[in-house]
């Protein structure tokens, strides 16, 4: 079973800079695709950005040319750096993990605050 551990949130003003970081554990299954969710206290879980195992990737129109989604496919890990951070962007951050031939990987999330 592949597990999976986010790291990198915090506290930061807005306009900061925080980079999240989630690997997966090795294990005998492929890790096809990545992603990161988050969510809002009071709100549902919502999909933010995707990254193929091609390094293809896509995101929420909300983060588009804030956030960057990259992959380390060496160290099974992958990365969210985030930018001109706002407000709206507090949440508890979760990474996913695809794996072929079996159930997804979930983290634990780690929460990211962006004061004002």
């Known amino acids: 079973q592949v597990q999976v551990v986010e790291s990198g949130g915090g506290l930061v003003q807005a306009g900061g800079s925080l980079r999240l970081s989630c690997t997966a554990s090795r294990s005998a299954f492929t890790i096809n695709n990545m992603a990161w969710y988050r969510q809002a206290p009071g709100k549902q879980r919502d999909l933010v950005a995707t990254?193929?195992?091609?390094?293809?990737?896509n995101y929420i129109d909300s983060v588009k040319g804030r956030f960057t989604i990259s992959r380390d496919n060496a160290k099974n890990t992958v990365y969210l750096q985030m930018n001109s951070l706002k407000p709206e962007d507090t949440a508890v951050y979760y990474c996913r993990a695809e794996v072929i031939g079996a159930l997804d990987a979930w983290g634990q999330g780690t929460l990211v605050t962006v004061s004002s």
């Open positions: 990254i193929t195992s091609g390094g293809n990737t």
